[in-house]
């Protein structure tokens, strides 16, 4: 598993204020809407069922949420994002809360499903972070779970042209192989029975190595895609 500290990110309070610093700039106008109405699909969820979105950004998957006849509720380390959320959102401004995703503050079993859309690897503790949304997930419920691939074809091609490795441009940020994530995930009370390939990205470069890629995407093999999507469901030491 790679770790990228970029700067120099030690605690908590610094990860907040990197986020809100990224808040201000060019995070507040990524749209993750094409992977959040994908993941919330693959839930195949039941209409009323509560949802939680964790690291839940400027608020896109929980707002479609409710056009799926979910209760969804999103929290977020960054107070940049929960602000812009429940400006962009106002009619759902309870449902965005500002904290941290490695202490949860609801009761155990409390939700249906838990969405968490390409964060999990900026925690600072990925492992409290996953054991948090473990506890808080109901015997019978599910999550989705997207992580990035340390060695997707974008980053082999960019170590043989450069010899960089890969780059989310956040400033602390983990990349790993597919097994690695599986791990992960199933030491801290979740247990994998799906894993889905998603390649398109939320900015979507130009260039020829693009060109190509988007050519020939839906033949990449699983294992070499830019991210995965992870369906679980609590361990049954958990459950």
């Known amino acids: 598993m790679l770790l990228r500290n970029k700067k120099n990110i030690q605690t908590t309070e610094d990860l907040k204020q990197s986020y809100n610093n990224l808040y201000s700039g060019w995070m507040k106008d990524v749209d993750t809407s094409q992977q959040a109405e994908y993941m919330l699909k693959l839930l195949s969820p039941h209409p009323g069922a ?5 690291a839940c950004g400027t608020g896109k998957l929980v707002t479609l949420a409710l ?24 009619d759902q401004h309870d449902r965005f809360i500002c904290g941290d995703a490695e202490s949860l503050p609801w009761e155990d079993s409390s939700f249906d499903y838990i969405t968490n859309l390409g964060s999990l690897e900026h925690y600072m503790n990925p492992e409290a972070g996953c ?15 997207l992580l990035p691939n340390s060695h997707d074809l974008e980053t082999i091609y ?18 790993a192989t597919r097994n690695e994530w599986v791990s992960l ?20 470069p130009q260039g020829v190595f693009w060109n190509l890629y988007n050519l020939f995407r839906k033949y990449i093999p699983i294992n070499l895609s830019r991210v995965f999507i992870f369906i679980c469901v609590k361990s049954e030491e958990d459950k």
């Not at 509560?50 to 964790?54: G, N, V």
């Not at 999103?74 to 400006?87: M, Q, R, Y």
């Not at 042209?161 to 940020?173: A, L, M, S, Y």
Request: hydrophobic share 35%; proline share 5%.
């Open 158 to 175: 960019k170590v043989y042209k450069t010899g960089e490795g890969p780059d989310d441009w956040q400033d602390f940020e983990r990349f």
């Open 50 to 54: 509560s949802l939680l979105d964790a």
């Open 185 to 204: 995930l199933e030491n801290n009370g979740m247990k994998v029975i799906d894993t889905k390939k998603y390649d398109l990205p939320c900015i979507t």
């Open 131 to 145: 054991r948090e949304m473990a506890r808080v997930l109901k015997k019978d419920g599910k999550a989705v779970i």
């Open 67 to 90: 056009r799926f006849g979910l209760d969804p509720v999103g929290i977020d380390i960054s107070e940049k994002a929960i602000g812009l959320a429940k400006d962009r959102y106002p």
